[in-house]
């Protein structure tokens, strides 16, 4: 069982660029959410997913948009990157339905955009 | 509204030291309480959690929590540090709805010999 799996692990956009990040799970969760992580500021929700074909925002959505065709994946694209989306960004999974509540997460995928 | 208070940033300790590290959190239901580690350059690991019954719970590496509903805390602790421990802490509230996972802000945990 790989659980939560992330890609790519790093790297650096020019602003205005687009980008996908993908995050895969094999632990058959209804739930994946995707979270970025500020220096000093925690993890702030970005967009979360309850299953395939059902996408809602989170608290920081602006300059994302997310996909849930499958239960396994949940990409996470940036259309047009900014600097202010420099961050850490973390995909997670829990399946609340069989009542696991902790999630489960991803090893990150650290961007920067200059 | 929903929120979790870490009220230290940044805690040094020795090696074979307790350790405390505090928790406060605002949530209008019954909370489900979490701690979770995270060493550099990795993702989030589960420590401990609280759903229901006894307050006081036993988690991985030899940590443990106590939830106190009178003061809002969820505060986890550990005997004695290993240099091994040194990482970023993560308190989090939730509840059974799919998107109230609330994070505080980490407390970085640094262990000297």
């Known amino acids: 069982n790989a659980g939560v799996t992330q890609t790519p692990k790093f790297r650096i956009l020019k602003i205005g660029q687009s980008m996908t990040l993908q995050c895969t799970q094999d632990?058959?969760?209804?739930?994946m959410y995707w979270y970025r992580q500020d220096p000093g500021m925690g993890l702030k929700l970005i967009y979360y997913s309850v299953g395939a074909g059902i996408t809602d925002k989170g608290e920081v959505p602006n300059g994302y948009n997310v996909s849930r065709s499958t239960t396994e994946d949940f990409p996470l694209r940036l259309e047009l990157a900014a600097p202010s989306q420099t961050s850490v960004y973390f995909c997670?999974?829990?399946?609340?339905?069989?009542?696991?509540?902790?999630?489960?997460f991803g090893p990150g995928t650290r961007l920067t955009v200059t | 509204a929903q929120s979790v208070t870490q009220p230290d940033i940044h805690i040094t300790v020795s090696e074979g030291a307790s350790l405390e590290l505090r928790c406060n959190y605002s949530?209008?239901?019954?909370?489900?309480l979490f701690w979770y580690v995270q060493s550099p350059g990795q993702g989030l690991q589960l420590l401990l959690k609280?759903?229901?019954?006894?307050?006081l719970v036993q988690g991985i590496k030899g940590f443990e929590a106590e939830f106190k509903r009178s003061q809002s805390s969820f505060n986890l602790r550990k005997p004695s540090v290993h240099w091994s421990d040194a990482a970023e802490y993560f308190c989090?509230?939730?509840?059974?709805?799919?998107?109230?996972?609330?994070f505080g802000t980490g407390t970085r945990l640094t262990v000297i010999p």
């Open positions: 632990m058959n969760h209804n739930y």
């Open positions: 989090a509230v939730g509840g059974t709805g799919a998107n109230n996972l609330f």
């Open positions: 997670a999974t829990t399946d609340i339905g069989l009542g696991v509540y902790e999630q489960y």
């Open positions: 609280y759903f229901s019954g006894d307050t």
């Open positions: 949530y209008g239901a019954t909370p489900y």
